[in-house]
DNA sequence: CCGTTATAGCTCGGTAGCCGATATACTTCG
DNA sequence: CGAAGTATATCGGCTACCGAGCTATAACGG
C-alpha cells in the first residue's frame, strides 16, 4: 500500500482542508485558497487525482452526495488512518521547520556582527518566486 | 528563471544543511540524515541533480575544492538568493504546519467531548508509513 | 433570449523532481 | 588482496503535479 511520505504541499492541503469537516471537491478548492491566503489554487487535474490515489490508500473516503441547487456534490472525509498520517506530516514538517530557522537565526546573528566576512544578505524575506504576481 | 516554489523536502533539507556552512556534497548527505533523524538518507541522484538544479537557479553556488586523504571535496555555498528562497519557504510550511495543527487539535477535542458523531478515533500517533520500521 | 460567470464534476498529456541502480576512483583496514 | 568507507557522477523509470480542455446546471446581465 506504500502510503506516499513525504506528502507534497497540494496533497498536505488537501488533507488538512478535510480535518474539519468533510468537504465536497470545489468546497476543499476554495478552502485551500483561503488557509494558502490565496498562493496555491488547486488544478482539477490535481484534486481529483489526489482524491482518488487518497481514497485508494485509505487516507479519505466518499462521505455522502448532495444535491444542491441542482448541483451533485460528493463529499470526502478524513479517516483515522488519514488524521493519523496528518498529525505524523505535521510533526516532521514541524521539526524540518524547526531545524532551518534555527540555521537562518545563526546565519542572520552572523551577519549582524563584525564576524561576516562575506556580503552577508539582509535575509529580506521578499523574493519573486515561481508563478508569481502577474 | 522560474524559481520552483514548493521546494521538495530532499531540496528543502539541502537548503537547510548548507544554511550553517558551506558543505561537500557527501557532508550534506550525513548532515541531512543527521537533522531528520536519520529519516532521510538523500540518493546520489537526488543530491547531485538538486545540486545542479540549485546552481542554475542561482540559489548555491560553487565556493571551493579541496583534496582531503587524496579525495576531491566540492564545496557548496549558498548564495543570497537561496537564503531568502530558504527563509520564505520556511515561512510557507510554518503556516502550512499552524492551520493542520490547529485543525487536528480542534478535532481531538470534538472526539473527546460527546459530541461525537462519528466513531472519532483515537487519534493514535503510531501509523506505518512508506520504508517504514525494519 | 442568449452569452457570460460561477459552481461542480472529470480526463488526459506533459513536465520534472526523486528514487534506485550503477559506475569510477582512492584510502584504509582486515 | 579484497572489502568497506569516502566522494564523485550518470541514467532510466516512477509518479505527483500542472495546465488545458470537456460537460452540465444555475444565475445574472445585456
Redesign the interface.
Known amino acids: 500500500m ?5 506528502l ?2 497540494p496533497t ?2 488537501i ?2 482542508a478535510l ?2 469537516e468533510p468537504m465536497h471537491g470545489y468546497g476543499i478548492v476554495t478552502e485551500v485558497a483561503a ?3 490565496g ?2 489554487t488547486l488544478r482539477p487535474g490535481t484534486l481529483y487525482g489526489a482524491l482518488d490515489r487518497l481514497t485508494d490508500e485509505g487516507l479519505v473516503e466518499p462521505d455522502r452526495e448532495e444535491i444542491v441547487g441542482g448541483r451533485l456534490r460528493r463529499y470526502y472525509r478524513l479517516t ?2 488519514g ?8 510533526e ?6 524547526e ?3 534555527q ?2 537565526r ?2 542572520t546573528a552572523r551577519a549582524s556582527d563584525g564576524s561576516a566576512a562575506r ?1 552577508a ?1 539582509a ?9 508569481g504576481p502577474a
Not at 2 to 6: F, R
Not at 92 to 97: E, G, P, T
Open positions: 506504500t502510503t506516499p511520505v513525504p507534497r504541499e498536505f492541503l488533507l488538512t480535518a474539519r488557509l494558502s491566503d498562493r496555491l483515522d488512518t488524521t493519523a498520517v496528518l498529525a505524523a506530516e505535521t516532521r514538517l514541524r521539526r524540518n521547520v531545524a532551518a530557522s540555521r537562518l545563526a546565519r556580503p544578505p535575509v529580506r524575506p521578499a523574493v519573486r518566486l515561481a508563478g
